[in-house]
């Protein structure tokens, strides 16, 4: 009898030791059936991010605002203090290279003198010029005054001589009258002529002045308080020595206010549909892996760009930080996690373990020792477990991946 006893426990344990063998070690195949349990609890959807803190309020620093004027373009950045530089009003930022405005100057100079060697010629000339027809009607002046004395001196004279000296009065009178005029003539047309030249000088004067005050400009100094922050290209890469300016864009550097932070950040086409204004965000910062601080979506945008070297289109999101930190500085790069939504005491399995097969989701879950295919009814999900809504219990065991052999198993439905 207990030798019966021992051959049934004998016969059981080998059954054990099959089943455990025949559902938890490999397949022939070489497979692994991975298993996972339903869980209750907390579930939270993330969108998880990498982006870089800026200021949401900035003073530039801008060079020369007057370029187009001079028609200046891609001027070089020929020395600027190290980014992260703490400033104060008038300090020393940067200089420019001013290799084309020293060109314009020397033209400039080289004009003036021309030009104003021309005034002084114009001078004389004008001086000889009214001198000789100032002189010429002194001499009609003279020339008339002996004319009436020889008339007042001809009254015996016969009537034709006094005839003849009264017409040459009469003709000299009117030479006279005439010359007068063309005097006052000749002294406006001078007078024009040398505004004409002292207003040529005038202008290339200023235009020196304005080009030695430009040069000044070329040392930029700081205007405020703060920390240097280089400005961006179009591009996106950072103004440095050796960059250029243009008339349209002068700006080489700001004063970010580092007491109103954002991380800008960019999300993908998937993950932009999750993401709206006002959800709460979590802030971390790679220099800084201690710290952590809370923020919020201020803004989605709603047309995506292209991702630099890539033909994926992105959206840009922005973040305001709650609170300040002095240790976090414009253009650390920062992780976000956007999130989404939550859900308070809810069934969650990993998405590894969902099935579908006409429009019917379902899992391989561990009843006993055997295996069945049950239907399910799933909510929300992130990106790694989905909500169970129906169909699974706490700590239900289900499969991760499909178990061999039960393609053609039923699904046992819903109630």
Same mark, same amino acid.
């Given at each position: 009898?207990?030798?019966?006893?021992?051959?049934?426990?004998?016969?059981?344990? #080998?059954? #054990?030791?099959?089943?455990?063998?025949?559902?938890?070690?490999?397949?022939?195949?070489?497979?692994?059936?991975?298993?996972?349990?339903?869980?209750?609890?907390?579930?939270?959807?993330?969108?998880?991010?990498?982006?870089?803190?800026?200021?949401?309020?900035?003073?530039?620093?801008?060079?020369?605002?007057? +370029?187009?004027?001079?028609?200046?373009?891609?001027?070089?950045?020929?020395?600027?203090?190290?980014?992260?530089?703490?400033?104060?009003?008038?300090?020393?930022?940067?200089?420019?290279?001013?290799?084309?405005?020293?060109?314009?100057? +020397?033209?400039?100079?080289?004009?003036?003198?021309?030009?104003?060697?021309?005034? *002084?010629?114009?001078?004389?000339?004008?001086? #000889?010029?009214?001198?000789?027809?100032?002189?010429?009607?002194?001499?009609?002046?003279?020339?008339?005054?002996? *004319?009436?004395?020889?008339?007042?001196?001809?009254?015996?004279?016969?009537?034709?001589?006094?005839?003849?000296?009264?017409?040459?009065?009469?003709?000299?009178?009117?030479?006279?009258?005439?010359?007068?005029?063309?005097?006052?003539?000749?002294?406006?047309?001078?007078?024009?002529?040398?505004?004409?030249?002292?207003?040529?000088?005038?202008?290339?004067?200023?235009?020196?002045?304005? +080009?030695?005050?430009?040069?000044?400009?070329?040392?930029?100094?700081?205007?405020?308080?703060?920390?240097?922050?280089?400005?961006?290209?179009?591009?996106?890469?950072?103004?440095?020595?050796?960059?250029?300016?243009?008339?349209?864009?002068?700006?080489?550097?700001?004063?970010?206010?580092?007491?109103?932070?954002?991380?800008?950040?960019?999300?993908?086409?998937?993950?932009?549909?999750?993401?709206?204004?006002?959800?709460?965000?979590?802030?971390?910062?790679?220099?800084?892996?201690?710290?952590?601080?809370?923020?919020?979506? *201020?803004?989605?945008?709603?047309?995506?760009?292209?991702?630099?070297?890539?033909?994926?289109?992105?959206?840009?999101?922005?973040?305001?930080?709650?609170?300040?930190?002095?240790?976090?500085?414009?253009?650390?790069? *920062?992780?976000?996690?956007?999130?989404?939504?939550?859900?308070?005491?809810?069934? $969650?399995?990993?998405?590894?373990?969902?099935?579908?097969?006409?429009?019917?989701?379902?899992?391989?879950?561990?009843?006993?020792?055997?295996?069945?295919?049950?239907?399910?009814?799933?909510?929300?999900?992130?990106?790694? $477990?989905?909500?169970?809504?129906?169909?699974?219990?706490?700590?239900?065991?289900?499969?991760?991946?499909?178990?061999?052999?039960?393609?053609?198993?039923?699904?046992?439905?819903?109630?």
């Amino acid at each position: 009898m207990k030798k019966k006893k021992i051959a049934i426990i004998g016969v059981l344990t #080998l059954t #054990l030791i099959y089943v455990g063998y025949r559902y938890f070690t490999p397949s022939s195949d070489g497979s692994i059936y991975l298993t996972s349990q339903v869980k209750k609890g907390d579930f939270i959807s993330e969108v998880i991010t990498s982006g870089e803190a800026q200021s949401t309020s900035s003073k530039k620093i801008n060079g020369p605002d007057n +370029l187009r004027k001079f028609r200046l373009n891609n001027l070089k950045i020929q020395d600027l203090v190290a980014e992260g530089t703490i400033v104060k009003k008038g300090d020393y930022v940067g200089r420019l290279d001013p290799s084309s405005v020293n060109e314009q100057i +020397l033209d400039a100079r080289l004009n003036l003198e021309t030009s104003q060697s021309k005034y *002084t010629q114009q001078q004389l000339d004008t001086t #000889l010029s009214l001198k000789e027809e100032r002189n010429y009607i002194r001499d009609l002046r003279f020339s008339m005054e002996e *004319t009436k004395l020889e008339l007042k001196q001809s009254i015996y004279e016969p009537p034709a001589t006094i005839k003849k000296l009264e017409i040459s009065l009469e003709k000299a009178e009117r030479g006279l009258k005439e010359k007068l005029e063309n005097y006052t003539i000749k002294k406006r047309q001078a007078n024009a002529k040398m505004v004409e030249v002292g207003n040529s000088v005038s202008k290339i004067n200023k235009n020196l002045n304005d +080009l030695l005050d430009l040069l000044k400009s070329f040392t930029i100094y700081s205007d405020g308080n703060g920390m240097i922050t280089y400005d961006k290209d179009w591009d996106g890469t950072k103004k440095k020595v050796g960059s250029s300016i243009n008339p349209w864009n002068t700006t080489i550097a700001s004063l970010p206010d580092l007491t109103k932070m954002e991380s800008k950040t960019y999300a993908n086409e998937v993950d932009i549909r999750k993401v709206k204004k006002g959800l709460p965000v979590k802030i971390g910062f790679d220099a800084f892996p201690d710290i952590e601080m809370e923020g919020i979506v *201020t803004s989605v945008a709603n047309v995506g760009e292209k991702k630099r070297g890539s033909d994926i289109k992105v959206f840009q999101v922005l973040i305001k930080l709650n609170g300040t930190n002095d240790n976090i500085r414009p253009g650390m790069t *920062t992780s976000n996690k956007i999130l989404t939504f939550e859900r308070k005491d809810v069934l $969650s399995i990993p998405l590894e373990a969902i099935f579908s097969k006409d429009s019917i989701t379902y899992v391989y879950k561990k009843t006993g020792f055997s295996i069945i295919k049950k239907e399910i009814k799933i909510g929300d999900s992130n990106n790694d $477990s989905v909500i169970i809504t129906d169909g699974l219990a706490e700590n239900d065991v289900i499969y991760l991946n499909k178990p061999e052999g039960y393609d053609k198993e039923q699904i046992a439905k819903l109630n």
